[in-house]
């Protein structure tokens, strides 16, 4: 029986050629992020250095929202970093988006007002509005 990929999950074929497989997967999971595992870190990241899928790997952890080790040449403090930034982008392009929809009702709005306004700025009334003015 064969097994089906997700389509939605992220490709992992570039892990056959990362240089992390050739070593012992500890390095890129200290304990800690003072003293020892700091130069565990550097060690890990030097390995990232040299490593042929480093875009691939880093795009992984992010799509996959890997906390712990050393993935594409990135700490865990740094995707932490990464991940932040990106959501404090996504929060403003949100809110420029947002300011936009309210810029373009209200361009459409005043654009209906000038329709239904008057040559002299009085608003123009239908038949049913003149004859019932709380309609209006």
């Known amino acids: 029986m064969t097994r089906r990929e997700d389509?939605?999950?992220?490709?992992?074929?570039?892990?056959?050629?990362?240089?992390c497989c050739e070593r012992d997967p500890e390095l890129f999971f200290?304990?800690?992020n003072q003293g020892p595992a700091l130069l565990q870190i550097d060690e890990a990241?030097?390995?990232?250095?040299r490593c042929?899928?480093?875009?691939?790997?880093?795009?992984?952890?992010?799509?996959?929202?890997?906390e712990s080790g050393v993935w594409g040449g990135v700490s865990e403090d740094e995707l932490l970093?990464?991940?932040s930034r990106a959501a404090r982008a996504r929060h403003r392009t949100k809110d420029a988006s947002d300011a936009?929809?309210?810029s373009d009702a209200?361009?459409?709005k005043d654009?209906?007002?000038?329709?239904?306004?008057?040559?002299?700025g009085q608003r123009r009334r239908s038949p049913t509005a003149a004859r019932f003015p709380a309609l209006a």
Do not use: F, S, Y
């Open 7 to 19: 389509p939605q999950a992220p490709r992992r074929d570039w892990l056959d050629r990362a240089l």
């Open 30 to 32: 200290p304990v800690g």
């Open 45 to 49: 990241k030097a390995v990232c250095r």
């Open 52 to 66: 042929p899928v480093r875009p691939q790997c880093l795009l992984w952890a992010l799509e996959t929202n890997q």
């Open 81 to 83: 970093a990464i991940r």
């Open 100 to 102: 936009n929809d309210a």
């Open 106 to 108: 209200n361009d459409a």
């Open 111 to 120: 654009a209906k007002d000038a329709k239904e306004t008057g040559r002299d």
